[in-house]
Structure formats: structure tokens, C-alpha cells
């Protein structure tokens, strides 16, 4: 479900830099944004990255939907 939201409050956006199977935090912060549907993604939560194009997704059809739009 690409439009699903989460309740986060927090204001700060982390920066994160993405590799293969994990993620460094660059910025602290409680979310990051989808690139797809915008929607915050709490860090906790993410499971979803493009390494190649240093970009969150919030569920596997959005990073599906955001590889489709850069092929």
C-alpha cells in the first residue's frame, strides 16, 4: 500500500547514506521522505532504499513504482 502514513510528530529529517543491506546516518533525525508518495518514513521503520540513487522508499510497491519511473 503505497499510500500509507505514519503519525510523526518529530520535525527533524534524518540524512541518510545508503549501501547494501544497511544504512549510515549522516544527520540524526526521526524520519526520512519517500521518494515516491512523500510520505515520512520513520527511520526505524525503513526497509526500503535505492543505493544507486541514494533514495527511501516506504514499502516495496513504492520502490517498484520509483524504479520503474528512473528505467
Same mark, same amino acid.
Given at each position: 500500500m503505497i499510500g500509507k502514513a505514519k503519525?510523526?510528530?518529530d520535525n527533524q529529517e534524518?540524512?541518510?547514506k545508503y549501501s547494501d543491506?544497511?544504512?549510515d546516518v549522516l544527520v540524526d533525525g526521526q524520519y526520512v521522505v519517500c521518494a515516491v508518495t512523500g510520505n515520512k518514513i !520513520?527511520?526505524?521503520d525503513l526497509k526500503y532504499w535505492s543505493v544507486e540513487r541514494q533514495e527511501p522508499y516506504e !514499502?516495496?510497491?513504492a520502490a517498484l513504482a520509483g524504479y520503474k519511473e528512473n528505467s
Open positions: 503519525n510523526i510528530t534524518a540524512k541518510l543491506g544497511e544504512f !520513520s527511520v526505524s !514499502s516495496a510497491e
